[in-house]
């Protein structure tokens, strides 16, 4: 399964390319409901503008090792972009940062946003999950 990173966007939201959260908070066809969209393409839009990074998000299966994959999709971005890598159908998550964007996102800071993010997951929230997440690396990040 594959799909585009697009800086500022949600990525993969085709249905055949999203796995349902554990309770069903996506739609249920697999997709992402259009209100959901909103909420996740606002979140991405106001950190992106408030830090002067480039947030991205991925939803989508990542090919093993996970981590690698994230690190891929990446490589298409530019050095002060953040992608936030979700695949909800393997319980993973992975916060990728480039040479620029890590001088403002400690590992620290990113570990934070991934454990309220996760806690968010086990809830069954993914959408709200991700805005949180996006939330709190648009705050550690600071304003540009």
Do not use: W
Not at 39 to 51: C, G, K, N, P, Q
Not at 119 to 124: E, I
């Amino acid at each position: 399964m594959s799909g585009d990173v697009v800086p500022r966007e949600v990525v993969s939201i085709k249905q055949q390319e999203v796995q349902h959260g554990p309770r069903g908070n996506l739609g249920g066809d697999g997709a992402f409901t259009t209100r959901q969209l909103a909420r996740l393409d606002e979140a991405i839009t106001l950190s992106s503008r408030e830090t002067g990074l480039t947030f991205s998000v991925y939803v989508g299966e990542l090919q093993a090792p996970t981590r690698a994959h994230a690190e891929a999709l990446f490589e298409r971005l530019t050095d002060s972009s953040v992608l936030v890598a979700v695949s909800p159908g393997q319980r993973s998550l992975h916060i990728v940062t480039g040479p620029e964007s890590a001088k403002r996102l400690p590992n620290r800071s990113c570990a934070l946003a991934a454990l309220a993010m996760r806690g968010a997951f086990g809830n069954g929230d993914l959408t709200n999950g991700i805005v949180v997440g996006l939330r709190m690396l648009a705050d550690a990040a600071g304003s540009r």
